[in-house]
């Protein structure tokens, strides 16, 4: 089972948890693509960032490619997990480090997305190896911390 963990930030997590749809982009803000290894329906899993260094969710891998971020707006719009083409804008520029008008960002469709699953640690890692290989594993899934509304 091939599977990848890619990390995201709460303001990400939060704006498309509140929306859930069927497909989604899981943007990189320097057109980079990451995921050419990855064939459509591996599982693709969240980890947020600092401070909440867990697993917060995932979902199926459709396709990567590259867009240019006003097309990246056009298609997926408050799917790309910000609330504004502005805000978008804001966000990649930040992240990348540059003023380029419309920069052309890595984009992943990703398609059944899930919210509100929570795994600490390198422990998840270790789990999802030995499920992946048939072992006897349970994992025990807990309710997702209170600052994101999912019960």
């Not at 998840?124 to 594993?137: C, D, F, H, M």
């Amino acid at each position: 089972m091939k599977f990848w963990v890619g990390v995201t930030d709460s303001d990400w997590f939060s704006q498309l948890s509140a929306e859930p749809a069927l497909e989604l982009n899981f943007w990189q803000p320097k057109g980079e693509s990451p995921y050419r290894q990855l064939e459509p329906g591996a599982f693709f899993l969240f980890k947020l960032k600092a401070p909440y260094n867990c697993i917060a969710g995932g979902a199926y891998f459709v396709k990567s490619t590259k867009l240019p971020l006003s097309l990246a707006w056009e298609t997926f719009g408050r799917l790309n997990g910000v609330s504004s083409i502005e805000n978008f804008k804001s966000k990649i520029r930040r992240y990348a480090a540059s003023n380029i008008v419309d920069p052309e960002i890595g984009c992943t469709i990703l398609t059944q997305p899930f919210f509100g699953i929570v795994l600490i640690g390198f422990r998840v890692l270790t789990l999802l190896k030995e499920a992946s290989y048939g072992g006897n594993t349970t994992i025990q899934l807990n309710p997702m911390v209170e600052h994101f509304g999912i019960k």
